[in-house]
């Protein structure tokens, strides 16, 4: 998706708000939120046509929709059916990946990476996560997610966090839609492929890079948890509560049909707002269906899956007092286009910026790395 919120092109520019969730929604269903601005927002782009729209008025927010309240267990899968509450990311099914996983190795564990990326320090081995999910789901609205409170545990989270600021390659995106130049309100960046037979050096339009090992390893532990498969990385560094998300689904057709997007919060803690499509008048009820907020804190996983990215959008709205948070999402892309835009929206063609440790700030690097070809 693409991003808009906070581009240069006018004072009012903060207040759009993106949604390719709207395409989605059912036939006959009562339009969702009138219409002057809405630019889709996110870490992907569709090449669909925009519906403008105009971010609406605040809503009052409710607590979560929380039906079970999560008092049983994670099943870690790959235990040999034995239920933990805890793992680490080491003790993995020697059987995992399987021969068909949608993540085809690259050429080399360093694969077009513009900067040194290193394995991971000897703090960060192993990671801890506890598992013990609250389940969210609710059928007449399709909110379906499972959210772990510090799944991660709090040595290895931060210890990660440290990590991925000092050693990954950030990007602070400018694009176009429309004639109008959008400046990405966060740093992000991405790793990984499609799922296609297309061979990593196959790409004409951008050059994908391989999942750093960190984020390998913690994918395979994240895949053994939720069952689930993925083949791209994707990061966000809010720096402050300036940086921002404004409302998306994540619902391109290049991740396929209820797309299962695990999401995990590091650092400070920041609200996840959702908003369900058609949230003044849900066509089955005919009743306004409240904002859900949740509180993601160090350590946090959040994950959407079944109809979630079709009737309902998520955002990290700015906050004042808010301080840096890094978003680790994965995902599974089953196109070539996938790539090519994951790419284009989450490095770009810009120069890289690297944290600067001494200065506790990002710095932008001069030479532009070739992430994505003119
Ligand atoms: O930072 C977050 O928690 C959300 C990020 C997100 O929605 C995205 O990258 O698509
Ligand atoms: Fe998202």
Redesign the pocket.
């Given at each position: 998706?693409k991003r808009s919120s906070d581009s240069t092109i006018s004072p009012r520019s903060s207040k759009r708000q993106a949604s390719l969730a709207a395409f989605l929604k059912p036939k006959n269903a009562p339009s969702p939120i009138n219409t002057k601005i809405h630019i889709s927002e996110?870490?992907g782009q569709e090449d669909k046509p925009i519906v403008l729209d105009d971010g609406e008025k605040p809503e009052p927010l409710k607590s979560i929709t929380t039906l079970d309240k999560g008092k049983g267990k994670a099943v870690d899968l790959h235990q040999n059916g034995t239920a933990k509450s805890t793992a680490t990311d080491l003790d993995l099914d020697p059987a995992w990946p399987p021969p068909q996983h949608p993540y085809h190795s690259p050429p080399n564990t360093t694969y077009n990476h513009p900067i040194v990326i290193p394995p991971p320090s000897p703090s960060l081995q192993p990671m801890r996560f506890n598992l013990n999910p609250k389940i969210v789901h609710n059928p007449t609205t399709d909110l379906d997610l499972v959210y772990y409170k510090s799944f991660i545990d709090k040595s290895s989270s931060k210890e990660l966090m440290s990590f991925l600021l000092n050693n990954l390659p950030w990007y602070r995106v400018k694009y176009m839609v429309r004639g109008m130049n959008i400046n990405t309100p966060r740093y992000t960046t991405v790793f990984g492929k499609d799922s296609t037979d297309i061979p990593w050096s196959g790409y004409m339009k951008c050059r994908p890079r391989a999942i750093p090992e960190v984020l390998e390893r913690l994918m395979r532990k994240v895949e053994q948890v939720t069952s689930s498969q993925f083949n791209f990385c994707?990061v966000?560094y809010?720096s402050s509560g300036n940086d921002s998300?404004s409302y998306?689904s994540?619902s391109e057709s290049f991740l396929g049909p209820n797309p299962t997007?695990a999401?995990l919060?590091l650092g400070h803690p920041?609200d996840?707002l959702l908003r369900h499509i058609n949230h003044k008048n849900h066509p089955r009820t005919g009743n306004s269906v409240a904002v859900e907020k949740f509180v993601?804190e160090d350590g946090d996983m959040?994950v959407m899956k079944g109809k979630t990215q079709h009737e309902w959008e998520?955002?990290?709205p700015k906050r004042k007092s808010a301080k840096g948070?890094i978003?680790i999402?994965f995902r599974k892309g089953i196109v070539k286009y996938a790539t090519e835009n994951y790419y284009n929206y989450n490095v770009g063609k810009g120069s890289l910026h690297r944290w600067d440790r001494e200065k506790g700030e990002m710095k932008e690097v001069e030479v532009s790395d070739g992430g994505v070809k003119s």
């Open positions: 998706m996110g870490n994707l966000n809010y998300i998306h994540d997007i999401s919060t920041r996840f993601l959040v998520h955002s990290i948070r978003n999402t």
